[in-house]
C-alpha cells in the first residue's frame, strides 16, 4: 500500500469517527435537551405538557403536605408572580426547606400540576440556582441580597 | 505575623516566577549560558517559598486564627484537628494555593531530576512551568489572596461545609490537582520541544514518565470524587455526569490519549506532532477544568466557593495559554512531520484509533459539557443536558476502543497480523461469551445491553491475560522458562496488562450495578422490614447521637438473608449547627461481590421514616478497578527506563522489549 493510500484510509476512518460522533451528539441532544422554564412560564401555556422540563423557583411557605404513605410530597413552587403545584414521590434533598430556591425536574401533567421525578436543592443554604435568581429577576421579584 | 510571612513569600514566588519564566527562554534563544542555568535555582527557590506560605495558611487554620478571611469564613474552632487541616484547599483561596504548590513541585522535581536533560531544552522547559507559575501566582495575589485580613476579627468562624468534612473528600483535591497539574509538565516539555523544533525518542522518555505519573494520581483522583459522591450524597449513584465531574475527566481522556501515542514516539518516532498537540489539548482541558470549577459559570450540584469576578482573570490566563501554544504549534508543527512508514494494522494504527476514539469522546463530553452554556451567551434559553445525553453518545464511543484494546498489544509495530492476533484471542473470546451468559443466568435476566457490557469487562481482562500469556509462553515452554521470562518481561508491559484489566474489571461494576440494582424507598416505621433482592431490611431503631460538631440521627437497619444474619447498617442523618445544615451518611456494607447500601431521610408525623435500600452487584468492582488501573500505572512507571534521571542511553534497553506480535513478525 502506497504511503498515499495508508493517509486516505486513516482520513477516512478519522471522518467516519468524527462524523459518527457528530450523528451521536445530534441525535442525542435533540432528544435529551431539558429546557429550564419558571412557573410563570407554566402559566404562560409556554410548556407542552408531557416534555420533560426543569421547574425552578422558590418553595411556598406553608406550601409542603406529606402524603399518608410518607413518602409523596405536595409543595408549590414559585416565583412570587406566579405558582405551580408540584408532587414527588421519593427522598426530598437534605436542603429542601420552605422558601428556599429550588429546581424540579419532570413533567407538567396535563391537570396543571407538575409531576416531579427529581427534586435538587443545593448543597448551600445561602445558594440560589442561577435559573432561579433569572426567573425570579424576570418575575420582578428579586432582591439584590435578600436571599 | 506568620500570615505576613506568608504572604510575602507568595509575593516573592511571583517574583522568581517571573525571572524563572523569561530570563531562561531569552537565555535558550541566545546561547546565554548563565541566564539558562538560571531556571533551575528559580524553580527550587519558588518552590521553597510556595511552601513557606502553604505552611503559612495552615497554621493559620490549625490554630484557627480567625483574623485571616479564609479561616474566619471556612473554618470553626469546634471541627476535628484532620478537618481544620485538609480545610486549608476546602475553599477557593487555598485550594489555588495548593494548584501552584503542586506546579512548584512538579517544576522543582524537572529541575533537580532533569540534570541529564540538554540545557536549552530545560531551561525552556522550566521556563514555560514558570510562566504558568507567574498566572497562577498574580491570579491569587491579586483576586485571591488568602492572607487577607478581617479586622476586628470574629469570635468564631462559619465552619468548613459540612459535606466537606469527609476524608475522601478531603484527599480528592490532593490527587485530582497532582493530576491536573502533572500534565502541565508534559505541556512545558510539548512548548519548549515547539521552540527547540526539535521531537525525538529522547523527548518522548522524558515525557512519558511525567504524563503516567499524572495519568495515575488524576485516575485516583476522579475515583476518589465519584466514592465520595456515592457514599455521602446518599443518592446511590457514583456518576451523574455532572458540569464538574466532565471537568476532571476530560483531561483524563485526552490524558490517556497521550499515554498511549508517546509511547508511539519514543519506540518508532512516529505521530511526533499529533503528540505535541495532545500534550498541549490535556493541560487546556485541565485548565478548562479549574476555570469551570472555579469561576462559577456552571451551574453544577458541587461548585463549592466560586465567583464570576475571578472567572474573568482565568478566562484571560486560558486565552494567553491555550491560544499562545496553539500558535506556537501552527506555525512549527509542519516542520515535525514524520514520514511515518506503518500499516494500518499495527501497534502504531491501534494506538492511532485508541487516540481518534478518545479524542471524539473527549469532544463529545466537551459538547455536552458546554452547549448549555453557549446557548444561554447566545439565545438566553436555558437548558440542561443531563446523564441520557452522555450515555447515548460516550458509550457507542468506547464500545470500539474496548473492543480493540485487546487486540491492540498482539499486533507488531509497522506491521501487525490480524488474523494471527485473532488466533491468539480466541480462547478469550470464547470465555467473555461464557462469562457473559453466566452473567444473565445468576442475575436471571435477559438484559442484553448489560450482557454485552460483562461480554466487553470479560474480553478486556481475558484479552489482557492472554497477551500475558504469549509473552511469557505459558503452557507452551517448561515451567521455569515460563518463569524466567515472566521475570524479564518489562515492568511496562506488566503494567498496561494491569492497566487494561483494570479498566475492564471498572467496566464489570458499572454495568451489573447499574443494570441489576434493586431500589426500595419507603416509608418504614421501627421494627418494619422490607425484601430487597433476597436481602431482609429491618429498620430496628433511629437513635439520636452527638457528634464533635454534629448531632445525628441514627438508624441501625439489619440485613438478613435466608434467616441469618448478614450486616448491620447504620445510617446516618446529621445535622451541622453552626452551618444549620443536614448531611446524609449512608451505611454500606460491601463485600467482594455487591454492596448493600442504606440510607434514612426525614420522619413524618406517624413516626415513620422515610428510608432508602439498594442491593448493588459488582458496584466495589469500580473501585477496585479504579486502584488496579492506578496500580498499573504506577508499576509502568517503575520499570527502569522510566526512570526519572536514568541517562538516555534506552537503544539497549529497547531491543529488549520485544512487542509479543514482533515475535512472529
Known amino acids: 500500500m502506497k504511503p498515499k493510500h495508508r493517509r486516505l ?84 434533598p437534605d436542603l429542601f426547606r420552605e422558601g428556599q430556591g429550588v429546581v424540579a425536574a419532570g413533567e407538567l401533567r396535563p391537570d396543571g400540576v407538575f409531576a416531579a421525578r427529581e427534586v435538587l436543592a443545593k448543597h448551600d443554604e445561602n445558594y440560589m440556582p442561577p435559573e432561579v435568581v433569572d426567573a425570579l429577576k424576570k418575575s420582578g421579584k428579586w432582591k439584590e441580597g435578600a436571599q | 505575623m506568620i500570615p505576613e510571612t506568608g504572604h510575602f513569600a507568595l509575593s516573592l514566588a511571583l517574583m522568581v516566577a517571573l525571572v524563572q519564566g523569561i530570563l531562561p527562554l531569552a537565555g535558550a534563544a541566545r546561547g546565554h549560558g548563565a541566564w539558562m542555568a538560571l531556571a533551575r535555582p528559580a524553580a527550587q527557590i519558588q518552590f521553597v517559598l510556595i511552601v513557606v506560605a502553604f505552611a503559612a495558611l495552615t497554621w493559620g487554620f490549625v490554630v484557627s486564627d480567625f483574623s485571616l478571611a479564609v479561616v474566619a469564613r471556612h473554618s470553626h474552632s469546634a471541627k476535628p484537628m484532620i478537618y481544620k487541616i485538609t480545610g486549608v484547599w476546602g475553599n477557593h483561596e487555598g485550594s489555588m494555593l495548593l494548584w501552584v504548590l503542586i506546579l512548584a513541585v512538579f517544576g522543582a522535581a524537572v529541575a533537580t531530576f532533569g540534570r541529564n536533560l540538554p540545557a536549552s531544552l530545560r531551561a525552556r522547559v522550566l521556563a ?27 469570635a468564631d468562624g462559619q465552619g468548613l461545609n459540612p459535606l466537606l468534612q469527609d476524608i475522601g473528600l478531603a484527599i480528592h483535591p490532593p490527587f485530582l490537582y497532582l493530576g491536573y497539574v502533572g500534565f502541565s509538565t508534559a505541556f512545558a516539555f510539548a512548548v519548549a520541544a515547539l521552540i527547540e523544533g526539535r521531537v525525538d525518542a529522547a523527548w518522548a522518555r522524558w515525557v512519558r514518565p511525567w504524563t503516567l505519573a499524572a495519568w495515575c494520581f488524576l485516575t485516583i483522583g476522579i475515583g476518589l470524587g465519584s466514592w465520595w459522591a456515592y457514599y455521602e450524597l446518599g443518592w446511590g449513584g457514583w456518576w451523574y455526569w455532572d458540569p464538574v465531574e466532565n471537568a476532571s475527566f476530560m483531561p483524563w481522556l485526552v490524558g490517556t490519549a497521550l499515554l498511549h501515542s508517546a509511547i508511539v514516539v519514543e519506540k518508532r518516532e512516529a505521530l511526533r506532532a499529533w503528540t505535541i498537540l495532545l500534550a498541549i489539548l490535556t ?6 477544568g479549574t476555570f469551570l470549577v472555579r469561576s462559577g459559570v456552571l451551574n453544577s450540584v458541587h461548585s463549592f466557593a466560586s465567583d464570576p469576578d475571578r472567572g ?16 506556537l504549534y501552527a506555525i512549527r508543527a509542519p516542520a515535525l512531520r514524520t514520514t511515518a512508514n506503518f500499516q494500518p494494522v499495527s501497534r502504531e494504527g491501534a494506538v492511532l484509533l485508541n487516540n481518534l476514539l478518545l479524542t471524539t469522546a473527549a469532544a463529545t463530553v466537551f459538547i455536552g459539557t458546554l452547549y448549555p452554556l453557549f446557548l444561554d451567551a447566545i439565545s438566553g434559553a436555558k437548558i440542561s443536558v443531563g446523564p441520557p445525553f452522555f450515555n447515548l453518545t460516550f458509550i457507542p464511543l468506547m464500545t470500539p476502543l474496548v473492543i480493540a484494546m485487546a487486540v491492540g498489544p498482539f499486533l507488531a509495530w509497522k506491521r501487525g497480523d490480524f488474523g494471527w492476533a485473532m488466533k491468539k484471542l480466541r480462547l478469550a473470546a470464547l470465555a467473555a461469551f461464557l462469562i457473559a ?13 448489560a450482557a454485552g457490557g460483562i461480554l466487553l469487562a470479560a474480553w478486556l481482562i481475558a484479552g489482557a491475560l492472554s497477551e500475558v500469556a504469549e509473552r511469557i509462553k505459558l503452557f507452551r515452554a517448561p515451567l521455569d522458562s515460563v518463569m524466567a521470562r515472566a521475570r524479564h518481561l518489562p515492568r511496562s508491559a506488566w503494567g498496561m496488562t494491569v492497566a487494561h484489566a483494570g479498566m475492564g474489571i471498572v467496566i464489570a461494576g458499572m454495568t451489573a450495578s447499574t443494570a441489576w440494582e434493586t431500589e426500595k424507598i419507603a416509608a418504614l416505621k421501627p421494627g418494619a422490614s422490607l425484601d430487597v433482592a433476597g436481602y431482609v431490611f ?32 447504620r445510617p446516618e442523618k446529621r445535622f451541622y449547627p453552626v452551618q444549620r445544615t443536614e448531611t446524609t451518611e449512608a451505611g454500606i456494607h460491601t463485600t467482594w461481590l455487591s454492596d448493600l447500601y442504606a440510607v434514612v431521610s426525614r420522619q413524618s408525623d406517624d413516626g415513620a421514616w422515610a428510608v432508602r435500600f439498594y442491593h448493588k452487584p459488582l458496584l466495589p468492582w469500580i473501585w477496585i478497578g479504579i486502584i488496579v488501573m492506578a496500580l498499573g500505572g504506577g508499576l509502568s512507571l517503575t520499570d527502569r527506563r522510566h526512570r526519572v534521571g536514568v541517562p538516555a542511553g534506552g537503544k539497549t534497553a529497547r531491543k529488549t522489549t520485544v512487542p509479543a506480535g514482533a515475535q512472529k513478525a
Open chain 1, 9 to 92: 484510509i486513516l482520513i477516512f476512518l478519522a471522518l467516519l469517527a468524527l462524523g459518527g460522533a457528530a450523528a451521536l451528539v445530534l441525535t442525542a441532544l435533540e432528544d435529551n435537551i431539558v429546557f429550564f422554564r419558571s412557573p410563570t412560564d407554566v402559566a404562560e401555556k409556554k410548556v407542552t405538557p408531557g416534555r420533560a422540563i426543569r421547574l425552578g423557583g422558590l418553595v411556598e411557605e406553608g406550601s409542603v403536605k406529606k402524603a399518608s404513605d410518607g413518602l409523596t410530597v405536595e409543595f408549590h413552587i414559585t416565583d412570587l408572580s406566579n405558582t405551580v403545584p408540584v408532587v414527588f414521590k421519593g427522598i426530598l
Open chain 2, 128 to 154: 514555560v512551568q514558570g510562566l504558568i507559575g507567574t498566572g497562577f501566582l498574580a491570579f491569587i495575589v491579586f483576586t485571591s489572596n488568602p492572607f487577607d485580613r478581617v479586622i476586628p476579627a470574629p
Open chain 2, 283 to 288: 493541560f487546556s482541558l485541565s485548565l478548562v
Open chain 2, 312 to 327: 474573568l482573570f482565568i478566562l484571560m490566563l486560558l486565552v494567553a495559554a491555550i491560544g499562545g501554544s496553539l500558535i
Open chain 2, 437 to 449: 451468559g453466566l452473567s444473565l443466568w445468576i442475575a436471571g435476566s435477559t438484559n442484553l445491553l
Open chain 2, 538 to 569: 429491618t429498620l430496628d431503631k433511629v437513635e439520636e447521637v452527638k457528634g464533635p460538631n454534629y448531632t445525628s440521627q441514627r438508624a441501625a437497619v439489619t440485613v438478613s438473608r435466608d434467616g441469618s444474619l448478614v450486616a448491620v447498617l
